[in-house]
C-alpha cells in the first residue's frame, strides 16, 4: 500500500517556483504551478539528468541541459529529445506542508 510521506514546507515551494526534495531515497521535483502543487521525478528521462536545475515556464518544467521539456501536470514529455514521461506523485497539502505518495 502506497504510503504518504512529509517531503517539505509549503513556504520552501512557492507559486511559480519548483523544489528538488529527496524523500526516503526518492529525488521527487515539487512545481507550485498557481497554488497548485505536482510532484515529479526529478531525472530527465532523456539523460538521467535533475529537472530540479531546470526553469518553471507556466506548467512545464525545461531541462537545462538538452532542452527536454515536461508537463509537471501529468509527467509527460513535451518536447525532444524527451520522448518518455517522468513518473508523477499524488500530492497533498496538510497544515502547510507538502506530502507526496510514494508506492507502486
Known amino acids: 500500500m502506497a504510503e504518504w510521506v512529509a517531503a517539505a514546507d509549503l513556504t520552501r515551494c512557492p507559486p511559480g517556483n519548483m523544489l528538488g526534495v529527496e524523500v526516503e531515497g526518492h529525488p521527487i521535483l515539487l512545481a507550485n504551478v498557481d497554488g497548485d502543487v505536482y510532484a515529479v521525478e526529478d531525472r530527465c528521462s532523456h539523460e538521467d539528468y535533475p529537472l530540479s536545475d531546470g526553469e518553471l515556464e507556466g ?37 502547510g506542508t507538502i506530502y507526496v505518495r510514494l508506492g507502486d
Not at 68 to 89: H, M
Request: aromatic share 8%; charged share 30%; proline share 5%.
Open 59 to 95: 506548467t512545464e518544467v525545461e531541462c537545462i541541459y538538452h532542452g527536454a521539456r515536461f508537463d509537471v501536470c501529468s509527467g509527460r514529455a513535451t518536447c525532444l529529445p524527451a520522448i518518455r514521461p517522468v513518473k508523477t506523485y499524488e500530492v497533498d497539502v496538510r497544515d
